[in-house]
């Protein structure tokens, strides 16, 4: 709907502004409302999980940002919410505690904004820009391969890595047994010890025991057919050791496949052992504990 928004005493800007420097969009955007109105705010939204690629920067580093341009705006935030419902309610509760009792309002939105979720009191109006322009995501994609050979570039980004919280990082082993064999892995840098089958669990897979048959395929070419829970435990990485974030693994049992195994992906070598004969010493530092669980959870599946 078409209105004149300069009968309004406030222009109120909803946005997430998650760019490195204003565009031209976000500068008519801007320009627009100001010109219109003679109070203006923005509002910038403020995500639950920051850090991540569609959320970079925070709500202060966003805040300065519009100010180094506008010092004379007033920039507040705006928690995201699961519900629309709630989070317009929100919105509106904290627009009431920065406005006059008698201002009038109108809420202003860019192409793709929240203005079609948007359910609360205030009218809307959206502003249209040409092309790419208005969109954040496309700056922030064209800037991914772009490093800069300059210390307030190098600065952010241990800014960011400093700023996050530690994350989990999960992976799968998979303890393949036929004939009382346990199929081992070995890597280039392993030397003489040996390891389970495994790898990285994906974002795009629905269970981990999606994560252990497609490792053991990668890797082995073997089809499982069924996977069995063994444990899960942290595991002390010699790679992530000086990191905060930590590799935790989730270990199954299969005897139920087909195929012959053959070393592919990052594997050089792969070959079957008799449990009896296999200690904690044959195997890689980062998987002594998960033998020993594992040979703990055999002799009892077949006592």
């Not at 709907?1 to 909803?14: A, L």
């Not at 992906?265 to 052992?273: A, K, L, P, T, V």
Request: with cysteine; proline share 3%.
């Amino acid at each position: 709907m078409e209105f004149y928004t300069n009968q309004y005493d406030v222009g109120i800007i909803i946005g997430r502004f998650q760019v490195d420097k204003l565009h031209i969009g976000h500068q008519d955007l801007i320009n627009f409302v100001i010109n219109r109105h003679k109070k203006v705010i923005i509002f910038l939204g403020i995500s639950n999980i920051p850090g991540t690629k569609h959320d970079p920067l925070d709500y202060e580093c966003r805040k300065q940002l519009i100010l180094s341009k506008y010092p004379n705006l007033i920039i507040l935030p705006i928690n995201d919410c699961r519900d629309d419902l709630d989070w317009s309610f929100n919105l509106d509760k904290r627009i009431n505690e920065v406005i006059g009792p008698l201002q009038s309002v109108v809420l202003y939105g860019a192409r793709d904004s929240f203005i079609p979720f948007y359910c609360g009191k205030y009218n809307t109006q959206v502003l249209n820009g040409e092309g790419n322009l208005w969109t954040g995501t496309t700056i922030r994609e064209s800037l991914k391969n772009q490093a800069q050979n300059a210390d307030s570039f190098r600065a952010g980004a241990m800014w960011q890595t400093y700023n996050r919280y530690p994350h989990v990082i999960s992976v799968v082993d998979i303890a393949i047994v036929k004939d009382n064999k346990l199929l081992l892995c070995q890597k280039s840098y392993d030397k003489d010890e040996w390891g389970f089958i495994g790898g990285f669990s994906d974002c795009k897979s629905q269970t981990l025991e999606e994560d252990a048959i497609r490792e053991a395929k990668e890797e082995t070419g073997l089809e499982l057919n069924k996977v069995e829970y063994v444990c899960n435990l942290k595991l002390d990485d010699w790679r992530y050791r000086k990191n905060d974030d930590k590799l935790h693994t989730t270990l199954f049992f299969s005897n139920d496949f087909t195929g012959y195994p053959v070393a592919s992906d990052d594997i050089q070598r792969c070959e079957f052992f008799k449990l009896d004969k296999l200690t904690e010493n044959n195997m890689v530092q980062v998987h002594k504990q998960l033998f020993n669980i594992f040979k703990t959870f055999f002799e009892k599946k077949n006592a």
